[in-house]
């Protein structure tokens, strides 16, 4: 199947700091990336659908100036958490839509935990 | 009340027992069904996908949905040990890939 890339895997920062997350599309072009949040135990939560060279669309309730996203590619989609706090931990995943379909064509990278000291 | 609900768990197996998760959802407008299986600290890995009402098989993995009910059934047979993981349910209108997961369920099957 396709393989979505996501660097890094894990990542500790101080309070205050920013954070860049990045999730690549290795062998296919994907015009739509979504960001997820996951807490532990809890669902997937979306976050954001990031659109190949337009702004990305924020789901209500995440700021969209404190979690940027950049898809400047059809292969590359960043999302920088500023100035992170404690409460910005947790699991961020990211996913990559091949077909513009129902969700058969979504493939998910392998995540990033971010922890805030 | 959440959009898609499903029990977390843990549910614990014996090795070879068949394995029924299920989640139920209030959207009727939700005509895509998935089953995700997640390991710990990993992306969700897509096990199942099913269009509207009806059942699929594949391999050990047969997925049910019952759209009058609102209802949807993952079956595992034989489990293995290699199946412990937390299985989610996700569910879309269609329109542009964004998913509504459910919680998911965490299984452990035990040698």
């Known amino acids: 199947g396709a393989v979505v890339s996501q660097h890094p895997s894990w990542v500790i920062c101080k309070s205050g700091t920013s954070v860049k997350i990045e999730c690549r599309s290795l062998d296919f072009q994907a015009t739509t990336m979504f960001w997820y949040r996951q807490f532990p135990k809890q669902s997937l939560m979306l976050m954001a659908t990031?659109?190949?060279?337009?702004?990305?669309?924020?789901e209500q309730g995440v700021e969209k100036d404190k979690f940027l996203i950049n898809h400047a590619s059809l292969t590359l989609s960043t999302l920088t958490v500023t100035s992170a706090h404690p409460e910005d931990s947790s699991f961020y995943i990211c996913s990559a839509d091949l077909s513009g379909g129902g969700g058969e064509k979504l493939f998910f990278g392998s995540g990033t935990q971010l922890s805030v000291l | 009340q959440k959009e898609v609900e499903q029990d977390p768990g843990p549910l614990s197996v014996p090795e070879g027992a068949i394995v029924s998760l299920n989640c139920t959802y209030s959207n009727s407008a939700f005509q895509y069904f998935m089953w995700y299986r997640q390991y710990s600290r990993k992306g969700p890995e897509l096990l199942m996908y099913?269009?509207?009402?009806g059942n699929k098989e594949d391999g050990r993995f047969t997925a049910q949905v019952d759209k009058s009910s609102k209802y949807i059934s993952l079956f595992i047979r034989d489990s293995q040990p290699s199946d412990s993981a937390t299985y989610l349910c996700?569910?879309?209108?269609?329109?542009?890939?964004?998913?509504?997961f459910g919680t998911g369920t965490q299984l452990k099957v035990e040698l």
């Open positions: 099913t269009y509207s009402s």
């Open positions: 990031s659109n190949e060279g337009s702004k990305a669309t924020y």
């Open positions: 996700a569910m879309s209108t269609g329109g542009g890939n964004k998913l509504t």
